[in-house]
C-alpha cells in the first residue's frame, strides 16, 4: 500500500518560488512513476511534472523552465521545486504514483491516470 502526504503549499507573489513535498511510502514498485498535478478552481485537473523509475522527467508546456520535479528514494521524497510563479499557477497541488514496474511518465501527465493520490496541497500566487 502506497500512501501520499502533501507539504509546502501557501502563498506567494508573482515572480516569486515555493517547493513543495511528497513524502511516500510504500515498495519501490509501488512508486515506480510519480507525479505532481493542479487544479484551479472550475478547471479540470492538468499535469505538471512526472518522473519514470530510470528518473526521467517530463513537464507541461505552462511549466517547462521554470518547474524541477525530483526524486529522493532514501528519503522518500518528490519535490517539486517552482520558480517564477504566476497567478495561473494558482491551484490544489496533488502527488500521485503509480504502480509499476513498467510506466509511462509521459502517460501518466497525459492521461492522469494514477494508482494513489495524495489530499493536495494548496498554492496561491497574488499580489
Known amino acids: 500500500q502506497v500512501r501520499l502526504v502533501e507539504s509546502g503549499g501557501g502563498s506567494v507573489q508573482p515572480g516569486g518560488s515555493l517547493t513543495l513535498s511528497c513524502e511516500f511510502s510504500?515498495?519501490?514498485?509501488?512508486?515506480?512513476?510519480m507525479g505532481w498535478f493542479r487544479q484551479a478552481p472550475g478547471k479540470e485537473r492538468e499535469g505538471v511534472a512526472s518522473i519514470e523509475p530510470q528518473e526521467r522527467t517530463n513537464y507541461g508546456n505552462d511549466v517547462k523552465g521554470r518547474f524541477q520535479i525530483y526524486r529522493d528514494r532514501a528519503r522518500k521524497t518528490l519535490d517539486l521545486q517552482m520558480n517564477s510563479l504566476k497567478p495561473e499557477d494558482t491551484g490544489m497541488y496533488y502527488c500521485?504514483?503509480?504502480?509499476?514496474?513498467?510506466?509511462?511518465?509521459?502517460?501518466?501527465?497525459?492521461?492522469?491516470?494514477?494508482?494513489?493520490w495524495g489530499q493536495g496541497t494548496q498554492v496561491t500566487v497574488s499580489s
Open positions: 510504500g515498495s519501490t514498485d509501488g512508486t515506480a512513476c
Open positions: 500521485a504514483a503509480v504502480q509499476g514496474p513498467l510506466c509511462s511518465g509521459g502517460l501518466l501527465l497525459a492521461f492522469g491516470k494514477a494508482d494513489y
